[in-house]
């Protein structure tokens, strides 16, 4: 179809030609004439060219992570007896991706090719489709174009972000075999005596192996632990209603990132780990940097169900936990708001796993709520803290600007020290 230029130079000459007619100048008539047989051959010009062009488009890397440029690399190719005109290029990207992917080629010759490289940024985590393609041939005039799609979608898989964790130190005999054999692996004997590591107050004085005490001219503790101990379970909570907040701010989005940073954590320390959802069936235990990256898809495309507030989803999952009989190193329960119910089912998984932790994000530290639904919200987050530090289950309460990294390394729990982030309201 025309282009503006293209539809003004038109109406000129049609203008000129009926001026000429009513003043019966030929050479005027001619010239309205011969504007408007120009934009007629730029039409057939586009149309009835001679040129063929296809596109494949290349994206690098395939999944990737908020804020991480993503490169699109394009190749042209013309497979036509002629001459391809000027080109506009289009790749249209759908929300939640920045980038200018519009541009000109100045033709391609038979048989010819033109490599384009681009660049897009995606905001938050979740599944795009980059394309079509659309190339818009234009006549050397300017004055018609043609567009037509060159190339289908291509899938961009976004990983939530993730933070760099350590493992959280602990005392005495809770502390797992993974932890004292990335210290100091010795030659086991079988599956009772798998390692030894340095005494730490709380330690039971009957396991002192004193032939290393003796060579080491200090106390050492038999790791009376087994290989299958390595394994955590990271349960993320998916119900709508304990989460507040929309797009990259909400509590929601928050708890996936921590989350996925949890199964990077695992994964590099050596851990078997599997992910569990209140709603969908998750991903079974496995060990690996490809379990890692199941994970880490399934944490991408990951949404919230449900609206009503009687969802127990969660509480049934839990108690699957709890009755399950294989007994784990760690689970990690990941949530925002958490009150009396959540806080006395996780509690109860303290006996089936050596180390049990809940990451909250609570909603009213994220939403538009007033000061007395706030202090309220924070109140109810402290009891649950409390209720489920007395079953030794560490508590991570955190906000919009803390972050996990720092709070998940500490040692101290929320009982053992009057819950450190209770002082800090966020009232204003």
Not at 12 to 36: D, E, K, S
Not at 279 to 307: F, I, K, P, V, Y
């Amino acid at each position: 179809m025309p282009t503006g230029r293209g539809w003004v130079v038109a109406s000129t000459g049609l203008g000129i030609l009926v001026l000429g007619a009513i003043f019966g100048n030929q050479p005027l008539q001619q010239l309205g004439f011969g504007l408007i047989a120009l934009v007629g051959l730029a039409l057939l010009v586009v149309r009835r060219g001679r040129f063929s062009l296809t596109a494949a488009r290349t994206i690098s890397p395939a999944r990737t992570r908020p804020q991480q440029q993503v490169s699109i690399e394009l190749v042209l190719t013309n497979k036509g007896r002629g001459a391809a005109p000027m080109l506009l290029l289009e790749e249209r990207l759908p929300p939640g991706l920045s980038g200018h992917t519009r541009f000109g080629l100045h033709g391609i010759e038979p048989g010819g090719h033109r490599d384009a490289g681009l660049r897009v940024t995606p905001e938050r985590r979740g599944r795009y489709a980059i394309g079509p393609l659309q190339i818009s041939v234009i006549d050397p005039f300017g004055l018609a174009r043609t567009t037509s799609e060159a190339a289908p979608p291509t899938p961009l898989l976004v990983h939530p972000a993730i933070e760099p964790l350590g493992l959280p130190r602990e005392q005495g005999e809770r502390r797992s075999m993974s932890q004292a054999s990335l210290r100091r692996l010795s030659g086991g004997r079988g599956e009772d005596f798998y390692t030894m590591r340095e005494y730490v107050e709380g330690d039971d004085l009957r396991k002192v192996h004193w032939a290393s005490t003796a060579k080491r001219g200090r106390f050492m503790i038999r790791q009376e632990e087994t290989p299958w101990h390595t394994r955590a379970t990271v349960v993320v909570d998916d119900r709508a209603a304990p989460y507040e907040g929309s797009a990259t701010s909400s509590s929601f989005e928050r708890a996936a990132s921590a989350a996925a940073s949890l199964l990077d954590l695992y994964c590099r320390s050596g851990y078997g780990f599997s992910l569990v959802t209140a709603h969908g069936a998750g991903l079974a235990s496995g060990r690996g940097t490809d379990h890692l990256n199941r994970g880490l898809d399934l944490l991408a495309t990951l949404e919230l169900r449900g609206s009503s507030s009687g969802d127990d989803s969660f509480l049934q999952r839990v108690r699957e936990l709890e009755g399950a009989a294989a007994h784990e190193a760690a689970l990690v329960v990941i949530t925002g708001a958490v009150g009396a119910a959540e806080a006395l089912a996780v509690s109860r998984c303290a006996a089936r796993f050596k180390q049990v932790s809940v990451v909250s994000f609570p909603a009213h530290r994220f939403g538009h709520l007033s000061t007395r639904a706030r202090w309220e919200g924070e109140q109810r987050t402290l009891e649950a803290a409390r209720l489920m530090g007395r079953a030794r289950v560490r508590s991570v309460v955190l906000g919009p600007d803390d972050l996990l990294g720092a709070a998940w390394g500490s040692p101290r729990t929320t009982a053992r020290k009057e819950v450190a982030w209770g002082a800090r309201t966020e009232l204003v």
